[in-house]
Nanobody, 123 residues
Framework: QGRLVESGGGLVQSGGSLRLSCTES????????IAWFRQPPGKDRERVSC??????RTHYADSVKGRFTISRGRGTVYLQMDSLKPEDTAVYYC??????????????????WGQGTQVTVSS
């Protein structure tokens, strides 16, 4: 079974940048969609961005559009986060799905999850 490990979280001032990494291993078949989710303190987990494996099509939540960028390298998926705001504070997770759609699949369609990495944005 595949495994995902996030890294790159930390404390940053408002307006700053961070780049999260999600390293994959052990997948016996390629995922169809990979995504970043986040869970702010005291709130539900929400989808941030996703990317399709077949055509690299991306999708972003309105709250991060224009500030965050999802990309991938060999065996790693990245989330570049610029112009960070205090409301971006959350635990960030990457997740993989065998499902593909025109927009990001719902959370329940993602079978493999990382352990999460904390991002804290100070005002």
């Amino acid at each position: 079974q595949g495994r995902l490990v996030e890294s790159g979280g930390g404390l940053v001032q408002s307006g700053g940048s961070l780049r999260l990494s999600c390293t994959e291993s052990g997948f016996t078949s390629a995922w169809s969609t990979i995504a970043w989710f986040r869970q702010p303190p005291g709130k539900d987990r929400e989808r941030v961005s996703c990317m399709r494996n077949d055509d690299d099509r991306t999708h972003y939540a309105d709250s991060v559009k224009g500030r965050f960028t999802i990309s991938r390298g060999r065996g790693t998926v990245y989330l570049q986060m610029d112009s960070l705001k205090p409301e971006d504070t959350a635990v960030y997770y990457c997740a993989a799905s065998d499902f593909v759609s025109d927009i990001c699949p719902p959370q329940s369609y993602f079978e493999t999850w990382g352990q999460g990495t904390q991002v804290t944005v100070s005002s």
